[in-house]
């Protein structure tokens, strides 16, 4: 089974704080995606990386940051943690480009005070 | 626990009855669909996926159906159980620009009661 495992389940960070959220996938998988959810606004796509050192923007980049160095993992960086990121923030990977489900982490729970 | 999503539509169902969930998908493009069961305090779990020259493909007691005329996508769980409640999400697949993009629906919440 696919394990995409993501660092921390819950964060309190402040305002203006510099975030990483850390994400890594055991399965070889080429592509690694990072969405946020809340409630009423379902999942929505922050960035997206179809290989290492590559990265596109999704629907809702402004204010984050990625980094791929390895194929494995997948930061998610919040530069100035603002209380508008509070949020559940999921990281998925997924073996092909097309037609290819994605596998979920957990999740983590970041609260920005 | 966590909140995945305070005001959605909730279906609830005896345990040992069919579910049926349904969800409406937006572009006539679309050539792949997934569905997703998310748990309190996990993140989603894919469950079965279905290419668009397909109408119905069947899993272990789930079945979905596919409805290109209408945009329609539903998921049907037989004999439905108790680990069966959660958020259940559709997902549509956009190729747009190369790239391959998952369209999520806001989902649906599953009760089985006893």
């Known amino acids: 089974d696919v394990k995409v495992t993501q660092s921390s389940r819950y964060l309190v960070k402040r305002t203006g704080e510099k975030v990483f959220l850390e994400c890594v996938q055991d399965?070889?998988?080429?592509?690694m995606f990072w969405y946020r959810q809340d409630p009423g606004l379902g999942l929505r796509l922050i960035y997206f990386?179809?290989?290492?050192?590559?990265?596109e923007k999704g629907d809702i980049p402004e204010g984050y940051s990625v980094s791929r160095e390895k194929k494995e993992r997948f930061s998610l960086i919040l530069e100035s943690a603002s209380t508008n990121q509070t949020s559940m923030y999921l990281c998925?990977?997924?073996?092909?480009?097309?037609?290819?489900?994605?596998?979920f982490g957990n999740g983590t729970r970041l609260t920005v005070t | 626990g966590e909140s995945v999503g305070l005001h959605l539509p909730t279906l609830s169902v005896q345990e040992g009855d069919n579910s049926i969930i349904n969800c409406a998908y937006s572009?006539?493009?679309?050539?792949?669909f997934i569905w997703y069961k998310q748990e309190s305090g996990k993140g989603p779990q894919f469950i079965i996926d279905i290419r668009s020259n397909m109408d119905k493909r069947q899993g272990q007691r789930v079945t979905v159906l596919l409805n290109k005329t209408v945009k329609h996508l539903s998921l049907q769980i037989a004999a439905t159980q108790p680990g069966d409640s959660a958020v259940y999400f559709c997902?549509?697949?956009?190729?747009?620009?190369?790239?391959?993009?998952?369209?999520f629906g806001a989902g649906t919440r599953l009760a089985v009661h006893p």
């Open positions: 998925a990977s997924s073996l092909n480009r097309f037609n290819s489900p994605l596998h």
């Open positions: 997902a549509e697949n956009w190729a747009s620009g190369g790239y391959n993009k998952l369209i």
């Open positions: 399965m070889d998988h080429e592509n």
């Open positions: 990386s179809y290989d290492v050192k590559m990265k």
């Open positions: 572009n006539s493009a679309s050539d792949y």
